[in-house]
């Protein structure tokens, strides 16, 4: 089973993703965007968030839910540090010595961490062993039509500290003013769960843990992506820039072979996956469930878990 | 048409590990993303100028692994205007510019 959702929020003054700080001054991420105005195609730059920003969160949220459930999750992962048994150093805190046979290493992850079975890893030493994360995610980005009014504006701010004379050092200011580029748009992202993966080698080994097990990894996964999108706890400095908005439209389909929600940037894309999802109903007589809503999203996350809990997948 | 100072702006940032407006100077196709990237550079290299230390021969420079990075001159406005009609006529030109700024320095400069 394939589940993709797509997802539309608003986020006013947001500083979700931020790339690099110059003296001062905190960009935040910008990317290049086709918009069609008057009939011509032109350029211009977006704020946007990064995928590996919201893969970030999802996997954070996947920690918690898994040790909720008393899902194994290394001692890497569940600080949140995603090394993903990188190198010798990492992988010899599950299996020492470590051994030579790329299978029994992607076995052993397997077994010792949920993260790593859902995220990937790539195991970079001899032999290397690479496994493709069960989950996709795109970047953030503003709504086609809507791009044009996107924004990303310096906010200033100021801190103090109070000091007498002595305590200062050279230039150093009592008062240091300080940017930080804040976003607004209405953004669009998609994410892509591959169920089948969980569990499973990648390498034609078959599943590396039991049946029941399995079931509980495909559902903590989902249970992940309910609480990363029901809590908005994605994207950086949550602290003093908390979006101010929320979900205005969330699209989830699961269907038995991948497939992919048509990208929410664009205005018509419920509808047009609901006509993509009747032609691949009539031409390879696969069953589906879709739902879509720009009220409670909560409300179709649910219903998805509950279809998959009576096909028996979770 | 070189422009160094441009150059030597750009090459500041390779020396401090950002070689991301280098990049998207080197590998635009159209204008737009070479006068972004050329904003973008100039309001950062603003910004670490105005916090930046400054020597007993009053160079600026800043600290970076325990090494001593020092900024060349904020590119004149003649230059950047220059430089970005020259782009507009020839996307070429943005390609040489980030070519010669990720190149070793002839003269003056430092590495």
């Known amino acids: 089973m394939f589940l993709s959702v797509g997802v539309r929020f608003e986020a006013n003054v947001e500083a979700l993703n931020m790339v690099e700080t110059a003296g001062n001054y905190t960009k935040h991420r910008r990317v290049p965007y086709l918009v069609e105005e008057d009939g011509k195609l032109k350029t211009v730059y977006v704020p946007a968030i990064s995928g590996e920003s919201l893969a970030h969160a999802y996997q954070w949220s996947l920690v918690k839910e898994a040790l909720g459930m008393n899902l194994p999750v290394c001692e890497d992962c569940a600080k949140g540090e995603f090394f993903k048994s990188m190198n010798k150093a990492h992988l010899k805190k599950k299996i020492d010595p470590i051994p030579d046979d790329s299978k029994k290493i992607e076995a052993t992850i397997i077994k010792s961490c949920v993260i790593e079975d859902v995220g990937g890893f790539l195991y970079a030493e001899k032999p290397p062993v690479r496994r493709s994360s069960a989950f996709q995610v795109s970047y953030a980005l503003p709504i086609k039509s809507m791009a044009l009014f996107a924004t990303a504006e310096p906010q200033l701010h100021a801190r103090h500290a109070q000091m007498d004379a002595k305590g200062k050092k050279g230039n150093v200011s009592e008062q240091m003013i300080y940017y930080v580029e804040t976003g607004t748009a209405l953004y669009g992202f998609t994410f892509n769960l591959d169920l089948d993966a969980i569990g499973v080698s990648s390498l034609g080994a078959g599943p590396i843990v039991p049946e029941e097990e399995i079931r509980a990894r495909r559902e903590a996964s989902l249970k992940a992506l309910f609480r990363m999108l029901s809590s908005a706890q994605f994207g950086a400095k949550l602290s003093r820039f908390f979006p101010v908005g929320g979900i205005t439209e969330l699209t989830v389909v699961v269907t038995e072979h991948p497939f992919v929600v048509t990208s929410p940037i664009y205005d018509s894309y419920i509808e047009r996956t609901k006509k993509r999802l009747e032609v691949i109903k009539e031409a390879f007589r696969e069953e589906y469930f879709f739902d879509s809503t720009n009220e409670v999203p909560e409300e179709v996350l649910r219903k998805a878990i509950e279809y998959l809990k009576e096909k028996g997948y979770v | ?111």
């Open chain 2, 1 to 111: 048409m070189d422009f160094p100072e441009i150059v030597n702006m750009l090459r500041f940032f390779i020396r401090t590990g950002n070689f991301g407006y280098v990049d998207r100077i080197g590998n635009a196709l159209t204008y737009e993303p070479v006068e972004m990237a050329i904003l973008e550079a100039l309001r950062a290299f603003r910004s670490i100028h105005e916090s930046a230390k400054t020597d007993e021969n009053y160079g600026k420079y800043i600290e970076k692994d325990g090494k001593k990075i020092y900024l060349p001159r904020i590119p004149s406005e003649e230059e950047i205007r220059t430089f970005l009609n020259a782009v507009r006529k020839d996307m070429s030109v943005a390609k040489r510019v980030a070519t010669l700024a990720l190149a070793f320095p002839s003269k003056g400069g430092e590495e």
